[in-house]
């Protein structure tokens, strides 16, 4: 039982990367096989990741509780708990799971925000490797929107639209954001602030680094996020401020 508990704990970290720099156990080790990646939030994903719990508590339930021990019989109830309660939401195809929420973007905990704070927070800057993977990290940040975007018309076809006060506010931390200069961004001034604290990273390398990641931003990252601006504005002019979740397809069983 605990090796099929193990492999699902392996499985689900194998397929967020963002949570497992979150642990940060193998962050900058010779097995760091994620520090370069972002976590899928597409449609898609989501329904792949409902796939694998419904697979990993069918195999959870194949052991007999009564075979197990005290320790291994908490696990097992703990496990299935989980998982029903997870697996619940497939009713419910417009929940996120990962953020226990129907609208991927918000003000609050909105993926918009979560991946530069994920970025400023959680990445680890300790040598020249992690700082390349920080660069190839935010370069990722225009795949991410476009999986966030879909992930949102995914869910305004079922008539699932944030409330018109929730997308205008977060416009406004998105313009906010992207109203300051690539040099005087978050992003940018952080991974400088981590490179000049490293000794081995020479300053010719300092330099060509920032060069690129200034580049990224300028070319990928805040082209994106005009994106997602200009999604939000055309899904504000349709939207309400009905914000129970009432409203929501089967919003009473929600």
């Known amino acids: 039982f605990n090796h099929a508990v193990d492999r699902a704990t392996i499985e689900a970290l194998w397929h967020n990367p963002e ?52 320790q291994e019989k908490i696990t097992y109830d703990v496990l299935t708990w989980y998982y029903s309660l997870l697996l619940k939401t497939d009713n419910f195809p417009y ?15 909105g993926v918009q925000n979560e991946v530069i704070n994920f970025m400023l ?53 998105m313009n906010s954001f992207k109203a300051k200069p690539t040099e005087k961004s978050a992003l940018y001034s952080h991974f400088l602030k981590s490179i000049n604290k490293i000794k081995e990273i020479t300053p010719v390398t300092k330099l060509r680094l920032s060069k690129k990641l200034i ?28 914000a129970g979740v009432w409203k929501l397809p089967q919003g009473k069983e929600y």
């Not at 799971?97 to 609208?103: A, H």
């Not at 300790?126 to 995914?154: G, H, P, W």
């Not at 006060?165 to 406004?172: G, H, M, N």
Request: net charge positive.
């Open 19 to 70: 949570f497992l720099s979150f642990i940060g156990i193998i962050d900058n080790t010779l097995i760091d096989f994620h520090s370069d990646k972002l976590t899928d939030v597409s449609p898609g994903q989501q329904k792949k990741l409902l796939a694998r719990l419904r697979k990993n508590q069918d195999l959870f339930k194949s052991y007999n509780r009564k075979d197990l021990n005290y």
């Open 215 to 242: 580049s990224i931003l300028k070319e990928k990252v805040y082209p994106a996020y005009n994106k997602l601006v200009n999604y939000c504005n055309k899904l504000a002019k349709k939207a309400t401020d009905e």
């Open 95 to 109: 929940h996120v799971i990962t953020q226990l929420s129907p609208y991927p973007v918000n003000q609050l905990n």
């Open 121 to 173: 927070n959680i990445h680890r800057i300790e040598d020249r490797k992690s700082a390349e993977n920080y660069i190839t990290r935010v370069s990722c940040f225009d795949q991410k929107v476009n999986q966030l975007i879909a992930s949102m018309k995914f869910r305004e076809k079922m008539g699932v639209v944030p409330p018109q006060f929730i997308l205008l506010r977060t416009i406004k931390t």
